[in-house]
Each structure stands twice: as structure tokens, then as C-alpha cells.
């Protein structure tokens, strides 16, 4: 056991903060007491542009007052009721409104709390699935590299962002993993979807027809546009191949929408932007605009009615959360597609998209960039690493921007960003300019 005793016993100390460096943050805290629009203010009254949208979930800007106003109504009029063989309007109206967005007849929602229940919802439908079908065998699970999907064990288990799972071994044994299809070699700097590497989808046919048997799988599951692992567009033609292979087999597809969901690529779902219709999608983030946590799995009409046609009268699927429908998740749900379709903040994203693409690839040359990754309001910069320091240059440019007003996210010596949809074209070129002399101030 460690006796350090070097932990500051300061006012902060009870919080352990999550993927945080609790004892660097604690030292030189970042604390921020209001956010309205594109702005944060922190505790030392600084104005701080929000480039990230909190943490890929604003996406109509802070203190939407229909959602406040929303939220304020319904805690006083409904705080909690389960959802457990009772209900409540909202949570059917809401179910209709997402389905009312969706494409295919992605037409039933299962509602959580966060990302990683809406994913871990998702793998025991997938099983659960093919059990009722009586394709029991089918229980493996293929999802990709540098893939995110939340903190449960599921979500952890097909995560394929090593870092995350090392401490944690075991984990689910029935997983496999595809490559991250992107060759920086042929696509780096790319406008949007990069234009080779569909054929990366064919390392899936491989797999079936060498390693796992068909039949042993249930599901593929990844997300549309990477995102926490880096923001990498899907290569044009490559989500359609894997559609097509799954469909070969009898696999589920499963896309991950929790960062590319309500608006984020300039529709509704990222499915749309791709055009590739997946079995299931998992939401969360911008369901609620960030305001109230609430998570969501969205499945076809051939899974849900796989379930009902199960047995009458019975639960169909034992399964599900205290807070599952909240009432005011619902609410600020219900408030948070209002506030996009009257602010027709889509459509605004496919607009501002080209504006973004060409600040985000003004980077190129700029000395350290190795690479821009760009589509729909997303982007990522690949900083060149210090040889013996990994991620210490990203880190010191994400705080040159902070200090200069703009918050980025670095993750290792990427940087990425994911800005409210309100942003203006003067502050997209704000947060590139600031990037930029960022980077060239670092050495
Ligand atoms: C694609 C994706 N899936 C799942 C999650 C997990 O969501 P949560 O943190 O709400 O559990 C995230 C979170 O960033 C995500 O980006």
C-alpha cells in the first residue's frame, strides 16, 4: 500500500474528478461558474469560447432559455415517476419526436441515462436478439480500433482505445477488433470523408471467413466519425461495404451516435450524412443539448418486434434503469429538438461546414501539424510528438488556448473540437487563428 501523504487536504480534495490528473487540477484549478451562448465565464471572471460544446454535447449553445425554462417547469410539476410499468406523457412523446428524426424504421427508443448505458442497452438487445431468434451461438461482438463507447464494462469492452482498458483486464473475452480505416499516408489533410479506403471494410469479410464464424457473431459496432479517438471521418463507400457484409451474415450493425446524433454532421444522425442505415443507434449528448443526462438505444422494427412478438402479457426485455425516461430529461429533451427545428440548427451545420473545413485545413504547413481531420462541425489536428514526451506538447498547446480564451480539447498530442452549432464564422476563424499561433509558440 502507498502511504503517500503528499495529497493536498484542500476544499477540492473530496472529489475524485474523472479522466482527470486530480492532483495537477487541484493545484491550479479551472473553474467555471456560468456559460451562456459559445461563452463560459470562469471563477476568475475570464471569458472562455467553448470549442468543444462542454464535451461534444452543447450543441445548441449554453442556457438555451426554452430548455432552462423547460426544466425549471417540470421539476415543479412531475419531479420523478418510474418508468418501471408506469410512465409518464412526456417520455412517449419524446420516443415519437426521435423517431420522427430517424432514418429507416429505426422507430423504438429505449431511454438511459449517459452514452455508456445506451451502448451496454445496445450489446444485451444485440444478444438477446438473436437468443430469441434462436441463434444463441451468436454472442461475439466486432467493433474497431480507436473506438469509444463509454466507461461500462460493455462499453469498455469494445472500446478500442487501449489506455482505457489496461487497468481493467478482463473484460468481455468475446471481442474483436477491425483497423482504424485511415491511411494518413494517402488521406491526410483530407476535405471531409477521405476518398480511399473503403477496402479497409474487406478486413471485416476476412475475419468471418478465417477467425470467427459468422455465426458467432452478433453485432459490429462503431461509431459513424470517430470521435474521441480523434475524429476520423469514415473513408467514402466504407460504412456502406460493412452494411453490406453484415447483411451477408445475418450481423447486426450497430452505429454509435453519441457524438454524431442530433446535428453534429449536418442531419439529424450521422446515418443520414453517411447514408448508411444501421440496425441500432446509441445516443446520448446532444439528445438533451448537455442540460440533463440522458442516454437512448434506437432499434428497428424487426428487433423491437422480435421482443414483443416474444410472449404476451411478459417482460420482454429485463432490462432497464431507476432513471430511465427521467421526467426532466424528458423535458429538456423535448425543449432541446424545439429549440434545433425552430433555430433550424442542422441546416446550419451543413452550411458552416465548409467555412470549418477551410479554417481547420489553414493548418496545414503550419510547423508540427501532421495532420486535419475535418466533416460536419468536428475536427482533429494531429500535433507532431516530442520524441521522449507523448502528449505533453498537445496538452501545453490546449492550454496556450485557454489562456488566450478558447477551449480545445487535446487528447495525447491530438487536439479536437466540436463547437456549439451557434457559432458564428468570425469565431470559427477565432479558435483556428488561436490554434495556430498556439502551436507555432510551442516549442
Ligand atoms: C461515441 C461515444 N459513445 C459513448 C460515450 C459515452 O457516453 P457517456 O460519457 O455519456 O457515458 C461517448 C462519450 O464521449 C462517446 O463519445
Not at 475524485?16 to 495537477?24: E, I, K, S
Not at 479517438?229 to 453519441?258: A, T
Amino acid at each position: 500500500m502507498n502511504n503517500r501523504t503528499a495529497t493536498p487536504r484542500n476544499s477540492m480534495d473530496a472529489f475524485w474528478m474523472p479522466f482527470t490528473a486530480n492532483l495537477a487540477f487541484k493545484d491550479k484549478p479551472r473553474l467555471f461558474v456560468t456559460a451562456e451562448g459559445m461563452y463560459y465565464k470562469t471563477a476568475d471572471g475570464r471569458q472562455v469560447m467553448d470549442g468543444i460544446g462542454g464535451l461534444w454535447c452543447v450543441n445548441a449553445g449554453h442556457g438555451q432559455p426554452r430548455i432552462v425554462k423547460a426544466i425549471q417547469e417540470q421539476a415543479a410539476r412531475l419531479d420523478f415517476v418510474s418508468s418501471f410499468s408506469m410512465g409518464h406523457p412526456a417520455a412517449f412523446e419524446l420516443a415519437g419526436r426521435i423517431a420522427d428524426l430517424t432514418p429507416g424504421d429505426l422507430n423504438h427508443v429505449f431511454f438511459s441515462n449517459s452514452g455508456s448505458e445506451a451502448i451496454d442497452t445496445a450489446l444485451k438487445i444485440a444478444r438477446a436478439y438473436h437468443r430469441i431468434r434462436g441463434e444463441g451461438g451468436r454472442t461475439r461482438f466486432i467493433s474497431r480500433a480507436k473506438g469509444y463507447h463509454g466507461m461500462g464494462w460493455g462499453g469498455l469492452s469494445i472500446s478500442g482505445i487501449s489506455r482505457h482498458r489496461t487497468d481493467f483486464t478482463p473484460l468481455l473475452g468475446d471481442v474483436a477488433h477491425l483497423r482504424l480505416p485511415y491511411d494518413p499516408a494517402v488521406s491526410a489533410f483530407s476535405r471531409g470523408m477521405p476518398e480511399h479506403g473503403a477496402y479497409f471494410a474487406d478486413e471485416l469479410s476476412t475475419l468471418l471467413a478465417t477467425v470467427h464464424e459468422p455465426a458467432s457473431v452478433a453485432a459490429v459496432i462503431v461509431e459513424p466519425v470517430t470521435g474521441s479517438g480523434g475524429v476520423y471521418p469514415p473513408p467514402q463507400g466504407y460504412l456502406k461495404r460493412l452494411r453490406e457484409i453484415c447483411d451477408k451474415h445475418g450481423i447486426l450493425l450497430i452505429f454509435d451516435e453519441v457524438i454524431t446524433g442530433f446535428g453534429r454532421l449536418g442531419t439529424a444522425f450521422g446515418a443520414q450524412a453517411l447514408g448508411v442505415v444501421p440496425d441500432m443507434m446509441t445516443i446520448a449528448k446532444g439528445m438533451t443539448n448537455g442540460a440533463v443526462p440522458m442516454g437512448g438505444t434506437i432499434v428497428s422494427a424487426d428487433i423491437f418486434d422480435t421482443f414483443m412478438n416474444r410472449s404476451e402479457g411478459k417482460i420482454e426485455l429485463s432490462h432497464g434503469y431507476t432513471y430511465s425516461a427521467h421526467p426532466l430529461a424528458c423535458a429538456a429533451a423535448l425543449a432541446t429538438l424545439d429549440v434545433y427545428a425552430e433555430q433550424t440548427l442542422f441546416d446550419r451545420v451543413a452550411k458552416l461546414s465548409g467555412a470549418w473545413a477551410d479554417a481547420a485545413l489553414s493548418l496545414k504547413g503550419v510547423k508540427n501539424v501532421l495532420d486535419v481531420r475535418n466533416i460536419g462541425l468536428l475536427a482533429g489536428i494531429d500535433i507532431a510528438p516530442r520524441p521522449e514526451e507523448p502528449g505533453l506538447r498537445g496538452a501545453e498547446i490546449g492550454q496556450r488556448c485557454f489562456d488566450a480564451g478558447v477551449l480545445v480539447r487535446p487528447a495525447g498530442d491530438t487536439i479536437m473540437l466540436s463547437p456549439p452549432f451557434v457559432i458564428s464564422e468570425a469565431e470559427i476563424k477565432r479558435i483556428f487563428a488561436t490554434i495556430t499561433e498556439a502551436v507555432e509558440n510551442t516549442v
